[in-house]
């Protein structure tokens, strides 16, 4: 049975920080690539970030870019992202989402619209004013 269980959202000041994890059973971690998709009402879907679990590459949009990093840990088949000097406007329901293959697939598959191999439920992350 495949899982992603995404961890780790709450509700923060803007300018502070969260961690955020994303638990994968299932699955054969090494052989994916698992990222974070966000979700604000009213908004489109968003890219945040991914890595590449079998060569370390990783991907970070412009709207995170300096604020974020990602990382993972495949002795407890979790990949965190840790999100600092958060704002506003990054309050969203943030999704973790897995696809077999690269960092560039995840991009395309995230930027496409077209649908990852696997989701998880999603943590919800609000930044007060």
């Known amino acids: 049975d495949v899982q992603l269980q995404a961890s780790g959202g709450g509700l923060v000041q803007a300018g502070g920080s969260l961690r955020l994890s994303c638990a994968a059973s299932?699955?054969?971690?090494?052989?994916?690539?698992i990222g974070w998709i966000r979700q604000a009402p009213g908004k489109e879907r968003e890219d945040v970030s991914a890595?590449?679990?079998?060569?370390?590459?990783?991907y970070y949009a412009d709207s995170v870019k300096h604020r974020a990093t990602i990382s993972n840990d495949n002795a407890k088949n979790t990949v965190y992202l840790q999100l600092d000097s958060l704002k506003p406007e990054d309050t969203a329901v943030y999704y973790c989402?897995?696809?077999?293959?690269?960092?560039?697939?995840?991009?395309?598959?995230?930027?496409?619209?077209?649908?990852?191999?696997?989701w998880g439920q999603g943590t919800q992350v609000t930044v007060s004013s």
């Open positions: 890595i590449c679990n079998s060569d370390g590459a990783t």
């Open positions: 989402a897995a696809i077999s293959g690269s960092a560039m697939d995840w991009l395309v598959t995230a930027r496409g619209g077209y649908d990852f191999d696997y």
């Open positions: 299932g699955i054969t971690f090494e052989q994916h690539t």
